[in-house]
C-alpha cells in the first residue's frame, strides 16, 4: 500500500513538473510573440524617404490679426515649415534657434513659417514675449488640420520645402535650427543646383 501511494505520488509530481514546463514554454512563446507584434519596425530607422521631393498639401491657417493665409502664399521661395505648440516642451527649447535662422537667412528666398496648433492664438504673442522671439511672424492652425494633412502624429515637427512647394525634407522632434549644418543646407537649397543625394547626406548628420 505504502509503496503504491508513493508511486502515485511520483507520478502525481513528475506530471505536475511536466505541466509547468509546458505552461512556461507557452508563455515565454506568447511573450516572445507579442513583443515581436509590438517591436519598432525596421521602416522607422530606415534611410531617408528617397521618393522626395512630394507636393504639400494646400495648408490654409491664419496670420496674427486673422487673415486667411495658405501655403502657396509663400511659393517661391525655400519654407521651413515647424508645426509647433505652446504645450510643448521640446517646441519651446527649439523656437529661439528657429528665430535666430529667420533673423539670419530670412528675406525675399527664404522663410521660416512657425505654424501654432494652439486652438487660442492668444497664447502665442505672451509666449514669444517671454522667451524672447522676435523675428517670428504669428500663423496659427486652430483646427489642427495640418497634423492630419501632413501625417503628423507629434510635434515639433518641421518640414523644408522648396520653391514648388514640394516637401524635400522632414525632421520629426527639435533640432539646432541655427546650427552651421543647417544653415549649410539651407544656403545650399538658395542654389538651385543641390542635389537630393546632397540633401540624404546631410540628414544623416544631424542629430534629432
Known sequence: MTLGIRSSAKTAIGGSYRGLVILSAVVLAISVSVSLLFAPSRS????????LPKSVPELKFEAADGTPVTLADFRGRIVLL???????????KE?????????????????????SIDRSPDRIQPFFDEIGIKNLSIYTDRSSA??????????????LIDREGREIQRWVGPAEWDSPEI????????????????ISSFNSKVKQ
Open 82 to 92: 515647424n508645426i509647433w505648440a505652446t504645450w510643448c516642451g521640446p517646441c519651446r
Open 146 to 159: 495640418a497634423m492630419a494633412m501632413l501625417d503628423i502624429v507629434g510635434v515639433p515637427t518641421t518640414l
Open 183 to 198: 544653415e549649410s543646407l539651407i544656403r545650399r537649397q538658395l542654389n538651385p543646383t543641390v542635389s537630393r543625394t546632397e
Open 95 to 115: 523656437m529661439p534657434a528657429l528665430d535666430r535662422l529667420q533673423a539670419k537667412l530670412g528675406g525675399p528666398g527664404f522663410q521660416v513659417l512657425a505654424l
Open 44 to 51: 522607422e530607422n530606415a534611410a531617408p524617404d528617397m521618393s
